[in-house]
Nanobody, 119 residues
Framework: QVQLVESGGGLVQPGGSLRLSCAASGILFSIHTMGWYRQAPGKQRELVAAITSGNSTTIADSVKGRFTISRDNAKNTVFLQMNSLKPEDTAVYYC?????????????WGQGTQVTVSS
């Protein structure tokens, strides 16, 4: 059974920082691309950042220079360091694990963690 469990969300003031963690189980973590997505009320879910099995990263323009994604394969965990947070970063943040092979696509989601940026 695949599980992705996010933690680290909460309420933070503008300009503050949070570090999200996502612990994975039930998958061979090291060969999956891991991503963080977010969904604000009334908006579509969007990619925030992703990191491949080879540690190549993709960062959304809206958070570039403020957010960093990293992974620890020994701990089956992916992190999202969020600095200089803005009210528009308020959303539910979801962890995603993705793996594509020739004839199959494996994609898994966590339950989400709320991040609220407000004074």
């Amino acid at each position: 059974q695949v599980q992705l469990v996010e933690s680290g969300g909460g309420l933070v003031q503008p300009g503050g920082s949070l570090r999200l963690s996502c612990a994975a189980s039930g998958i061979l973590f090291s060969i999956h691309t891991m991503g963080w997505y977010r969904q604000a009320p009334g908006k579509q879910r969007e990619l925030v950042a992703a990191i491949t099995s080879g540690n190549s990263t993709t960062i959304a323009d809206s958070v570039k220079g403020r957010f960093t994604i990293s992974r620890d394969n020994a701990k089956n965990t992916v992190f999202l360091q969020m600095n200089s947070l803005k009210p528009e970063d308020t959303a539910v943040y979801y962890c995603n694990a993705d793996r594509r092979v020739i004839f199959a696509h494996f994609n898994y989601w966590g339950q989400g963690t709320q991040v609220t940026v407000s004074s």
